[in-house]
């Protein structure tokens, strides 16, 4: 069974940084095909806000570009978004999301529980 726990979120000022990292189990990571971030602010939708192949290509949501960096490490089964520059929009509930590769006979995707992040002005 697949297991994301997610961890780092907290209270920061704007300015501020902090660093998200979503450990996944139950799974390989040579099948993991995508490991990405959401988030979900009051009253809005879930967005992506970044993503990451099992080749390392990389993308991101206009809104944190420059700011966020997405990385994995596939010896720990890990992905991480390092969040810099953050500002009072950043405020949401952060989700891990992890998808493996097709005919392994996973799920198309899992989410972790959500760890949430707000950063005051």
């Known amino acids: 069974q697949v297991q994301l726990v997610e961890s780092g979120g907290g209270l920061v000022q704007a300015g501020g940084s902090l660093r998200l990292s979503c450990a996944a189990s139950?799974?390989?990571?040579?099948?993991?095909?995508?490991m990405g971030w959401y988030r979900q602010a009051p009253g809005k939708q879930r967005e992506l806000v970044a993503g990451?192949?099992?080749?390392?290509?990389?993308n991101y949501a206009d809104s944190v570009k420059g700011r966020f960096t997405i990385s994995r490490d596939n010896a720990k089964n890990t992905v991480y978004l390092q969040m810099n520059s953050l500002k009072p929009e950043d405020t949401a509930v952060y989700y891990c999301n992890v998808a493996p590769k097709r005919g392994l006979g996973f799920r198309d995707d899992y989410w972790g529980q959500g760890t949430q992040v707000t950063v005051s002005s």
């Open positions: 139950g799974i390989i990571f040579f099948r993991i095909n995508v």
């Open positions: 990451i192949t099992s080749v390392g290509s990389t």
